[in-house]
């Protein structure tokens, strides 16, 4: 995993809500902000503390040197950047966030460029893929895997041996009991129980968690 100690340059991708949250994190870890990259907004718009959009997502090879976080927080999404990202000639350094008020246990992996938000419990033996945002105030258990572009939504339980399979979305205030399996693309609403296995592409929302639809 990687903490900057020093003031490395750092560029976020993506200047909406979590952006904000995730230049707050970097600037606590060390990190020289110089602005971020947006599709949507407008360049040179001002998003936080005199930082300003310096452009679209595709003109990242202009600050190559310096590294990058997504602050996306679709996995579809996410993922999407990081492909059309790494799919480019020159390769670009994903900084991994781990706030300091983070607990991570023993024998605990951490991908590159995943985001590890204040409040969360990381206990033994626990993967975590790449690019995968676990935020605020989560609860992960013993030998629990989480896939690449996992997102999970503050204050959700995850209890051990849980396997999230890639690009799967949890909810605010959801949990998961131990030992269950979450299909690859699937969204567990807010506030969801789950007690079950959930296949992928599917939706689950309730206490306990029922299937909705198929995505």
């Not at 005199?50 to 602050?71: C, P, R, Y």
């Not at 996410?78 to 790494?86: A, L, P, S």
């Not at 945002?133 to 959700?156: D, Q, R, S």
């Amino acid at each position: 995993m990687t903490i900057s100690c020093g003031k490395v340059e750092l560029i976020i991708i993506g200047a909406g809500g979590f952006g904000l949250e995730v230049f707050w994190l970097a600037e606590r870890l060390g990190y020289e902000v110089i602005g971020f990259l947006d599709d949507i907004q407008d360049q040179d718009k001002e998003v936080i503390s005199g930082k300003k959009i310096l452009g679209k997502v595709s003109d990242w090879q202009t600050f190559k040197e310096s590294q990058f976080t997504l602050a996306v927080g679709s996995p579809v999404g996410r993922k999407k950047t990081y492909n059309e990202m790494t799919e480019a000639s020159a390769k670009p350094l994903f900084a991994t966030l781990i706030d300091p008020f983070a607990r991570v246990g023993i024998n605990v992996n951490i991908g590159e460029g995943s985001i590890i938000c204040a409040g969360v419990v990381l206990t033994a033996q626990i993967n975590v893929g790449i690019q995968t945002i676990i935020n605020l105030n989560c609860t992960i258990g013993h030998e629990t895997k989480i896939g690449n572009f996992v997102t999970i939504a503050p204050l959700t339980a995850i209890s051990g041996r849980v396997i999230i399979d890639e690009n799967v979305e949890l909810g605010t205030s959801s949990a998961v009991r131990p030992g269950l399996e979450i299909g690859s693309n699937s969204l567990l609403g807010m506030g969801g129980i789950l007690t079950k296995n959930m296949p992928e592409n599917t939706v689950f929302y309730g206490n306990p968690a029922k299937f909705i639809k198929n995505v």
